[in-house]
Antibody, heavy 125, light 107 residues
Framework: QVQLVQSGAEVKKPGASVKVSCKASGYTFTGYYMHWVRQAPGQGLEWMGWINPNSGGTNYAQKFQGRVTMTRDTSISTAYMELSRLRSDDTAVYYCARRGITMVRGVPVIAFDIWGQGTMVTVSS | DIQMTQSPSSLSASVGDRVTITCQAS??????LNWYQQKPGKAPKLLIY???NLETGVPSRFSGSGSGTDFTFTISSLQPEDIATYYCQQYDNLPIAFGQGTRLEIK
């Protein structure tokens, strides 16, 4: 079945980097954009950016520019999100989410139809 | 950046009740709005896309409406399994933005 499986929980010290993986299965990996969304404990959802697995092109939210890098390895259908210079307020669950390919009135719908299970990243000294 | 404001932030209702959540955008986003359901400890699930289209496999008691800046999400008859937090999400402009969420509880 179509699924995204993420890597396990991480504990990092302030100033370190973390790299989260997201392995896709059950569909053509290069056919769908992959987005990353995070959720701090007890808080709402925050969009971080996307990667086009076909071209490797990326677009990051301004808030994360300079600290986030999204990459992919098409040979193993896996997307990665690396966040550097971690701070305590980066403590959150990080999700990868597939953008569907639905079009409405000729416009692509940017909706996330498949989500990974989430990866808890804790930043603590 | 576009800001999304949901109301109420929390809501208590009885099984069988009609439940309505609103989402307001800080500027006109046409129909470029989705709704998600998130249960505790789980990833969000897409329910409604393009303001009013039901995602495949989602029960018909869920519906959405609106355009421009004002949107509504409705559960026609609340079921126990609908207990969750609901989020709206705009995709008219980057950065993609979510509402702050509405926590739905059973009375």
């Amino acid at each position: 079945q179509v699924q995204l499986v993420q890597s396990g929980a991480e504990v990092k010290k302030p100033g370190a980097s973390v790299k989260v993986s997201c392995k896709a299965s059950g569909y053509t990996f290069t056919g769908y954009y992959m987005h990353w969304v995070r959720q701090a404990p007890g808080q709402g959802l925050e969009w971080m950016g996307w990667i086009n697995p076909n071209s490797g092109g990326t677009n990051y939210a301004q808030k994360f520019q300079g600290r986030v890098t999204m990459t992919r390895d098409t040979s193993i259908s896996t997307a990665y999100m690396e966040l550097s210079r971690l701070r305590s307020d980066d403590t959150a669950v990080y999700y990868c989410a597939r953008r569907g390919i639905t079009m409405v009135r000729g416009v692509p719908v940017i909706a996330f139809d498949i989500w990974g299970q989430g990866t808890m990243v804790t930043v603590s000294s | 950046d576009i800001q999304m404001t949901q109301s109420p932030s929390s809501l208590s209702a009885s099984v069988g009740d009609r439940v309505t959540i609103t989402c307001q955008a800080s500027q006109d986003i046409s129909n470029y709005l989705n709704w998600y359901q998130q249960k505790p400890g789980k990833a969000p699930k897409l329910l409604i896309y393009d303001a009013s289209n039901l995602e495949t496999g989602v029960p018909s008691r869920f519906s959405g409406s609106g355009s421009g800046t004002d949107f509504t999400f409705t559960i026609s008859s609340l079921q126990p399994e609908d207990i969750a937090t609901y989020y709206c999400q705009q995709y008219d402009n980057l950065p993609i933005a979510f509402g702050q969420g509405t926590r739905l509880e059973i009375k």
